[in-house]
């Protein structure tokens, strides 16, 4: 049994590895800085929709997902355009003023469940949304913060930034799932009432869970602004998390690699092959989830399991006939 384990963490470890060389490479494939920014945005709503799913596994359903990322895209933006900060301290900065808002934020909410923690995250996104749109001057108001301070002049060297903050973020997210800190998120999410009788706290868990997943989604907000140039609210409403939670969905709520295959499925297919008819994405995105909804529980990660499954009860069926056709 040791030595099975031990052959599949080769395995999943080698797949990672060839997975990571050719990211590295695929710049030299690309044609096309369309396709490159294409690729840029994967890598930021990977992370921002593994962070979502990292909170989520505390029992903790985020609709301000959007708006902590542009927390990190403002914390970043004011200072590079008004103190004429560096982006590499604005970026950090970013990252950490999000998971410090994203605790204290997330303290008096710890203790709502389910559609009660929805609604107050949603209603808490449209709050923080409308404090960059009234900002004036200062955040730019609804047209955004323009002039941001520039990382590269080559989109390359931007590919590579993001592409480096992914591999790092998804890293660290991985850890932490599988610590004995996620461990004990997920008990929590199972029943709060039996992790509380063992001595789990759930307020600190909750409260920990939104804090360690917003300073990846500030991370990114941060290095986006600084992308794009512009910190702009339209960027960060109440849409931009309706994506996210659909990428999460589409690939799998449980699992850690959901998130990935769902922005690979509706991100990036759509813009290489389908770009013709962004028009009707909504509709066909919509007809995805619907699917998935029905027929695959676990999202596109649980196909592969769902077809195992059937095919062994396939067989123990035919197996059960010929053993009865036999006596």
Known sequence: MNEVRKARSWARLSGLGLAV????????????????HVIILAFVYVVVSSSFRTISISGQFNIAQGAYMGIGAYAAALPSVWLHWSPWVTIPLGAVVTAV???????PFARLRT????????F????????FTVGGRLTGSSTGLAGVHQLFGNRTHYYYLFLGLMLVSMACMFCFEFSRIGVTMKALAQSHDV?????????????????????????MGAAYAHYQLVASPSSFGLGATLWIIMYVLVGGLNSFWGPSVGVLILLIVPEFYFRDL????????????????FTLPDGIVGLPRLIKNRIVNRRGKEEVTADASGD
Do not use: D, H, Q
């Not at 060389?21 to 490159?36: D, F, K, N, R, V």
């Not at 559609?115 to 949603?122: T, V």
């Not at 808490?124 to 404090?131: A, D, K, P, R, T």
């Open 124 to 131: 808490l996104g449209f709050v923080i949304i409308n404090l």
């Open 278 to 293: 962004k028009g009707y994405l909504p509709y066909v995105t919509a007809a995805i989830l619907l699917i998935i909804a």
């Open 101 to 107: 808002i994203g605790g204290v934020l997330a303290y």
């Open 21 to 36: 060389i050719l990211l590295a490479l695929l710049p030299l494939w690309i044609s096309g800085p369309y396709y490159m």
């Open 195 to 219: 992790a509380a009788s063992v001595g789990i706290g759930e307020r600190r868990n909750r409260v920990l869970a939104v804090a360690f997943g917003c300073f990846f989604t500030g991370l």
């Open 115 to 122: 559609i009660y923690y929805a609604m107050g995250s949603l």
